[in-house]
């Protein structure tokens, strides 16, 4: 008679035989039946779900799905694969070919942007885009008879291009996930975060990474990191339906997340170099779907993991390949705090760079990709880029700390501190941005100098800001995932909408700012398929708009508006970004994303109780226009 001891019972021990239970440990057998009664339901649903995608797909999805049937896939996962994004998630992705993109409302440069002073309207990449769109055919003919490939960043927008890396693969990418078992569309969301986010944000060295990927080492790869890199690229698969949808636990980016999350608080106890990395992929990727109030704990903890286990400072007898890879986290942390500081008008958390000195501009990983009937594949020149943008950095965090780190009451900064940090800083989109923020405190309070006129700078950095944004939709398009571009775009958008209040309507000046908005608006919808964030400006930055604007919009953008929009922005985003201020002037750090929707909502609730009233006396309810109707009374904050 058997005893039921574990993990073998006393008579299969004596007989030598296997021993089997129908039960787990701590189950009766009521509870087992129910249990296995579940996971036949559970199968049963999934051979449903696949007899439904057989019966309503297109020949082209069936046969897929039945070839990966015959290669002994599970059925759930492949159920999963075409219910959760499109199509099947490891077909690849098809570029968009086009010489160059069309400005949505006026298609010319602005004519107060089309000056000879201005130096960008001479460079190479705006005399390549500012040449008629030529036909298909035409067009890959020219792209073929390009003999330097390195020109092709000239004629193809970047979303064209792909990584060219051979560990990618033949990575086992599943292993380090419990979230899916599909190896294919893992290797694509790899390959998609190391195009379009590993760019911006390196938090750990792309070589040491992939090399224990492949090896199975935990040294420099770990699940958490994996699922955290998972998550975060699931936003810019661009043949995911619902991706920016990050609240719905169906779908595989919140998985990814969740299961990052978990593991990352597992390992609090004994945190290593990659549990600094996942937490900060993770606070990017919170703060992408507009929640950067709930996770900006976890850069604090990682900066304080990173301090704990000497990332930030190099100590003795240190190997050579953690140096690199702790410079790497160091500088990629550090760079983070101080752009999120100096753009929420907060004191930097890190008060000066790393004392571990950045690595040389070879010793970093170098990006290949290979663009459209491309021969070879081109480097991004991953190390000079981390450098500049680590140099630059330094120059934000210091501005952020002598601007933001003493009472609002104080004098912050100088006329002359700001004129020399002018002087230190190099040209770039960012550095107008930097600039205007640096400055326009100067022109309210109407501030001269001998050597310089903030007035003037403001002028031609807004206008500089302008046409780089204008150049780079024309190359690139506003469609592909890029995570920086909400910030730029919001910042130029609300600053046309309040210049657009103090010109005459039907004048040049007039469209040359509609023009503005209509691309800007364009840009905040088309990234906010990929993030929650950018769609949730974009219908701030709609409401904020004057009726006539609102129709133009809506012959350029085909917006959908579904019930209960403003209803789910309260209640998913808790975002603390200030929205349309370069700078600290007006109030702008109270201006944040989360009060202008909470804002947006007591108006329509008052404008609700008011109607009835209007309607009797036959008057109607009018917005004011933006500033006044963006900004928020202290009594109303309350």
């Known amino acids: 008679m058997c005893s039921a001891e574990r993990p073998r019972c006393s008579v299969c021990v004596e007989r030598q035989t296997p021993c089997e239970y129908t039960t787990l440990p701590t189950e009766t057998h009521l509870r087992a039946q129910k249990r296995k009664l579940t996971d036949l339901e559970i199968k049963c649903q999934a051979y449903e ?34 219910q959760d994004g499109d199509l099947l998630l490891q077909l690849s992705l098809k570029p968009d070919l086009r010489f160059r993109y069309e400005f949505p409302y006026i298609r010319e440069m602005p004519p107060h942007l089309d000056s000879p002073k201005n130096p960008y309207l001479c460079s190479i990449l705006y005399e390549k885009t500012s040449v008629v769109s030529l036909q298909p055919s035409v067009y890959v003919d020219t792209l073929r008879d390009v003999q330097d490939e390195s020109q092709k960043i000239y004629l193809v927008p970047y979303h064209t291009a792909e990584l060219v890396d051979s560990r990618i693969a033949s990575a086992s990418v599943s292993s380090w996930t419990k979230v899916s078992s599909d190896n294919p569309m893992l290797r694509v969301l790899l390959q998609i975060y190391f195009v379009f986010e590993f760019p911006f944000h390196p938090y750990f060295h792309k070589d040491m990474f992939l090399e224990d990927l492949l090896a199975g080492s935990r040294q420099f790869c770990s699940s958490s990191l994996v699922n955290a890199i998972l998550g975060a690229a699931w936003h810019g698969y661009s043949k995911m339906r619902n991706r920016a949808v990050f609240w719905l636990p169906d779908n595989l980016g919140y998985r990814f997340l969740a299961e990052a999350r978990r593991l990352f608080e597992l390992e609090q106890t004994n945190p290593t170099v990659t549990t600094v990395q996942a937490g900060a992929i993770i606070h ?47 500088w990629s942390l550090f760079n983070w705090q101080a752009l999120a500081a100096f753009h929420t008008f907060q004191p930097p958390i890190l008060k000066d760079p790393p004392a571990r000195p950045l690595p040389d501009v070879d010793d970093y990983g170098e990006i290949w990709v290979q663009y459209p009937l491309g021969r070879e594949p081109i480097a991004m020149f991953n190390g000079l880029v981390f450098r500049a943008v680590s140099e630059f950095r330094v120059i934000m965090n210091e501005v952020a700390k002598l601007s933001f780190g003493r009472p609002k009451s104080s004098n912050r900064m100088s006329l002359d501190a700001a004129i020399g940090y002018r002087s230190r800083l190099s040209v770039c989109i960012h550095y107008h941005v930097l600039l205007i923020g640096l400055f326009e405190p100067f022109v309210q309070m109407g501030a001269i100098h001998t050597e310089a006129n903030p007035s003037t700078i403001v002028s031609h950095s807004k206008a500089y800001f302008e046409t780089l944004m204008r150049i780079y939709y024309l190359r690139h398009g506003f469609e592909s995932l ?39 608006a364009k840009g905040l919808w088309e990234q906010g398929q990929n993030y929650y964030l950018s769609e949730a400006i974009f219908r701030m930055f709609k409401q904020s708009m004057g009726i006539e604007e609102v129709l133009l919009l809506r012959d350029i953008i085909d917006i959908e508006d579904p019930d209960g929009w403003l209803d789910r922005m309260i209640q998913e985003i808790r975002s603390r970004w200030p929205i349309g201020n370069f700078s600290m002037t007006d109030d702008g750090g109270e201006r944040t994303l989360e009060r202008f929707i909470r804002w947006q909502q007591q108006f329509l609730q008052d404008k609700a109780q008011d109607g009835t009233a209007m309607e009797q006396d036959g008057s109607s309810v009018t917005p004011p226009r933006y500033p006044e109707r963006y900004g928020m009374s202290s009594a109303s904050q309350e």
């Open 49 to 82: 779900d696949l007899l439904s995608i057989l019966r309503s797909r297109p020949d082209s999805e069936t046969n897929q799905v039945l070839q990966r049937l015959r290669m002994g896939e599970d059925v759930q996962a492949i159920v999963n694969a075409v």
């Open 284 to 330: 990017l990727t919170s703060n992408n779907n507009g929640i950067d109030s709930l996770s900006w704990v976890y850069v604090d903890r990682s900066i304080k993991m990173a301090q704990s286990i000497s990332l930030l400072s190099p100590s003795p007898d240190e190997s050579r390949e953690w140096q690199l890879v702790a410079s790497a986290t160091a």
């Open 482 to 520: 890029d995570v920086t571009l909400v910030q730029f775009l919001h910042l130029l958008g609300f600053s046309a909408l309040k210049d657009l209040s103090l010109v005459e309507k039907g004048t040049v000046a007039c469209e040359a700012l509609r023009s503005t908005l209509m691309l800007c």
